[in-house]
């Protein structure tokens, strides 16, 4: 498992250096959700809620970390960040800084934690809190 998550990091560093920083630093945020990927209706932490990308393009899950949720609005305000972050709105050395989305203050996380921990971005409330996780490839088999 830490090999295919070293092959996804260092996919991630091929894009920082391929210009993708900008929306990695900057919260790696949705773009489009993928239909059925996730819970629907209010879920509590630990859900998923679907699967969508970043700013940059890069595939990102996003996991309720703090209280209750409506998916489709944790979907929509993934959306909405990426779209500032995308339309240079978002402040800070790479569009990292905080920002508000529909009541929700959304910011991204400094690289050299996106890739020991694979979280990208958060978004919260008072209330509730999601986070944009990097999806864990799959282990795949190797031929001998």
């Known amino acids: 498992m830490m090999g295919g998550r070293a092959v ?15 929306g990695l630093l ?5 773009t489009k959700a993928t239909p059925g990927s996730g819970a629907v209706g209010v879920v509590g932490p ?4 679907g699967t969508t990308r970043t700013a940059a393009n890069v595939p990102v899950v996003i996991k309720v970390t703090k209280g209750t949720v409506v998916c489709g609005t944790a979907m929509h305000v993934e959306d909405e960040y990426a779209a500032k972050i995308r339309a ?3 402040q800070g050395n790479g569009g990292g800084a905080p920002v508000t989305v529909s009541g929700w203050t959304c ?5 050299p934690e996106v890739l020991s921990t694979g979280n990208a971005s958060q978004c919260h409330t008072s209330d509730a809190a999601i986070l944009a996780v990097l999806p864990v ?5 190797t031929t001998a």
Do not use: I
């Not at 996804?8 to 900008?22: D, F, M, R, S, T």
């Not at 900057?26 to 949705?30: E, R």
């Open 8 to 22: 996804l990091l260092a996919g991630c560093c091929a894009g920082l250096v391929a210009g993708c920083c900008a």
């Open 26 to 30: 900057a919260g790696c945020s949705s």
């Open 46 to 49: 630990g859900a998923t809620c």
């Open 88 to 90: 240079g709105q978002v």
């Open 107 to 111: 910011q991204g996380y400094a690289t």
């Open 137 to 141: 490839p799959a282990p795949t088999a």
